[in-house]
């Protein structure tokens, strides 16, 4: 199953993010918590009401109907948004959004530091929870063979839930950190989802390291492009290389066959 | 043959009818209809330009805003600049279509989800260029501006409305058509009775292409003032998915009453709503792709036939 709408939910985290900080000062780090937990009852909620209902259609009307979903579900969190807080930007500035670290020549934003080892603590977790906790392997066993994990005893259904919720709740992590970094506006999410497919294309599907060399990838091939070419084409090389890429292994990089 | 006959009959004279009403627009009320109709008409053509791909042969373009957009951009581009209208048409048409063959031939080589992401990226791409490119926004030269009247342009509105329509009604009839539905249907028994599944998808990529291309120039002529970027919006994607969904994705009627439907409601909900009508358009399009895949249509059609008889629908049935 895939969600376009992912996005949306990374716009959800960092709205929390924002709330968080400007109602009660919670500094954004620690608001990956509460956002997380929040955007896992928000995932959990839309998988039992929308995406649940397609557990048993063909795999190809289930990626087919999730993607029409999942359009039609970014347009509704982003109208959501519109019209709670407005289109305005958003941004959280923290007391050490200016603070640097020099390091020889170099200059190194600590925000965007701190921003990566969290975002690295993350990775780490769920690299733990998925391989060596009983629902992690539940999942992982679900996404090799559904119906071999069925027979196994595993409980198919809260499985996808668990893993849904679970997706929801990271990309809430994801917005409560790109917060910290960037301004948050509704119309963010398309921009988010197509870093995250991008990502999880290029790192092999279901892979949690390949995901995170790739995204670490992405990042420098953005930050390349901004210098070389400007910087409205920072998304656009993203986007084009994930074409090229796209072009000449069509399964996606890391299928087999 | 009389089955054959019907439909061509009733859509002829809902033409000759389209066709006369630019002449009320002197009455009350009647140029606010006109325009409406414009838009109706524009809408169809959209709309059945990604029908052609996405209804007949099930292949979900989700970057379909990138051809209507190509086809704005080059008519606005060669028209305001002093090209006659019928060859900046035939120009946006040609780079759409040009364009369809380029992204359709690796695009359409995909499986999965790919193929959706893959168009969707190549949208974003369009869009986010067109907008650095060309930041200013496209209003009209005053001399066409003086000369600018509603007629003309509904009856290009009114042409692409019929020219889409007839291209989905020949492949809704035609042995590529048939072939096309197979494909949608599964692709490893059409291959093994002898259709060519990758030409089919490719022709019906190209030809939904050209035909959004078409679409897009017929709102280049029509619309005053609007950022380049605009006509790659996403909603170019959106609304034309949402008219196929709610009409009937794969049925010739279905993009023809949908943007019936979907102009009436959002005349309605937009003046009472404002930006929150689009909330209500993403759920009803959920809704419809959750519990009623066949759309409006499929629900008459149903509702039509008696309860106990075999249902033979003439139509494809949509997939799913």
Redesign the interface.
Known sequence: M?N?AHGELIMLGGYAAFWLFTLWHLDPFASVLPAGGLLFVVGIILYRV?FS?LLH??DE?K???S???G??????L???A??AWTGDERAVTTAYAGAVLRAGGIVVPLARLGGLAAAFVIVMLLHVFLHHTYPGRAIRATADDVDAASLAGIPVPTVFLLAFGLGSALAGAAGTLAAVTDTVSPSIG??WT?KA??VV?LGGLGSVAGAFAAGLGLGVAESVSGVLL?N??R??MG??L??AV??LR???VFARG | MGRQFLPAAAGLALLALAALLPALAGRPGGRALLSWTLLVLLYIALAQSWNVLGGFS?Q?N?GHAAFFGLGAMTVRLLWTRGTPLGAALAAGTALAAIMGLVIGA?AL??????F???T???A??LR??AG?VLPDIAALPPQLLAAYTLAPRYYLALALAALTTAVAAWIATSRFGRGLVAVREDEDVAESIGVNAYGHTLLAFVLSAALAGAAGGGFAYYHVGFYPSFAFS?LWT?DP??IV?LGGVGTVTGPIVGAVVFLALREALALRLG??H??I???L??AI??ALPGGIVQAVRDALVRPGTVGTTREVTP??
């Not at chain 1, 359009?71 to 509704?76: I, T």
């Not at chain 2, 080589?109 to 790919?114: A, I, K, S, V």
């Open positions: 895939l376009v929308l209902r259609a063909s009307t990626i087919k109907n993607i029409l979903i359009f039609g579900l970014a347009l509704v982003q109208t959501v519109i019209a398309l921009a197509l497919l991008i294309v400007g409205a084409y998304e656009v986007l084009v994930f074409l796209l072009a069509p399964r996606g | 099930g979900v989700l690796p080589r995909l499986r999965g989800p790919y959706a992401i893959g969707l990226a190549v974003e791409i986010i260029t650095n996403p959106f998915l949402l969904y930006e929150l689009l909330l358009f993403g759920v399009f959920i792709v959750l997939a799913s």
